[in-house]
């Protein structure tokens, strides 16, 4: 396991859950619709909280080139989180909930794309393996520290 897979494979976890919604939110009972969104959302958290705290900083002390997408990713971490703040509060019955799921869905799917053809290749060139594989140490043990609270992001507060 390195690093990047490590990502990539959440990447995968969440895609599969925003899928998930696509199918069932237009019959899906107010009571489901909260349990997969509170699942997205820490799915979500989570990986944005290793990415933060071990991977960006690592990819931007590597490969200082990667600065402005480190920079980006921030921010887009910082819409993220203040939309899955936003909907941890709504009642899923309103009829915004379903609007908000999807603009959150839109972003994240073009973060994560972002991510993985832009920059992510880049780093895993210039790290190698083996500090990839350290690197996947550090993040698998971090997700324990992630909060539960997205404003708790470091982003969020950017
Ligand atoms: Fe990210
Ligand atoms: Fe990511």
Redesign the pocket.
């Known amino acids: 396991m390195d690093g990047i897979v490590l990502l990539k494979e959440d990447h995968k976890t969440v895609k599969r859950l925003f899928r998930e919604f696509e199918k069932v939110k237009g019959s899906a009972t107010p009571k489901a619709k909260r349990k997969l969104v509170d699942q997205i959302c820490s799915e979500l958290v989570t990986?944005?909280f290793i990415?933060e705290t071990i991977f960006y900083p690592a990819a931007r002390e590597g490969v200082p080139d990667t600065a402005d997408h480190v920079l980006e990713?921030v921010e887009?971490?910082h819409v993220m989180a203040w939309l899955l703040s936003e909907l941890q509060h709504l009642d899923p019955a309103d009829e915004t909930f379903d609007a908000k799921v999807t603009v959150l869905i839109e972003n994240t799917r073009h973060?994560?794309e972002e991510?993985e053809k832009e920059w992510f290749p880049q780093v895993r060139h210039v790290l190698g393996r083996n500090r990839l594989v350290e690197l996947a140490e550090e993040m698998a043990a971090g997700k324990s520290a992630a909060p539960a609270d997205p404003l708790a992001l470091t982003s969020a507060a950017t």
Request: glycine share 0%; no cysteine; aromatic share 0%.
């Open positions: 990986h944005s990415e990713s887009e971490h973060h994560m991510e």
